[in-house]
């Protein structure tokens, strides 16, 4: 079974700066995409970034030119460099990964870490 263990997330304040990382682990056949939810209390969980088995890079506006995404591929593990946070940033941060974990069933799936909070001080 694929494994996400996150790390990085905790309490900054407005302005400042974190890095959360996602290491994946277990069977894994192929990846599609790795990257990052997120789910405010009262909100839905949205899309923040994730990056593809290409390199390719998608970011959500709200955090565009403020949030990086970026991958070891060797390694299976996705980092978010987050800069500028922000009251709004504020959220159980979630690392995700799209992928197959059998060549014989090729069912894509996803697969989710257990979250980590990030909390911003205003």
């Known amino acids: 079974q694929v494994h996400l263990v996150e790390s990085g997330g905790g309490l900054v304040q407005a302005g400042g700066s974190l890095n959360l990382s996602c290491a994946a682990s277990?069977?894994?056949?192929?990846?599609?995409?790795m990257g990052w939810y997120r789910q405010a209390a009262g909100k839905q969980r949205e899309l923040v970034a994730r990056i593809s088995r290409g390199g390719s890079t998608d970011y959500a506006d709200s955090v565009k030119d403020r949030f990086t995404i970026s991958r070891d591929t060797a390694k299976n593990i996705v980092a978010l460099q987050m800069n500028s946070l922000e009251p709004e940033d504020a959220a159980v941060y979630y690392c995700?990964?799209?992928?197959?974990?059998?060549?014989?069933?090729?069912?894509?799936?996803?697969?989710w870490g257990q979250g980590t909070q990030v909390t911003v001080s205003s």
């Open positions: 995700y990964l799209r992928g197959v974990s059998s060549r014989i069933i090729r069912v894509i799936r996803d697969y």
């Open positions: 277990g069977s894994i056949y192929s990846i599609d995409f």
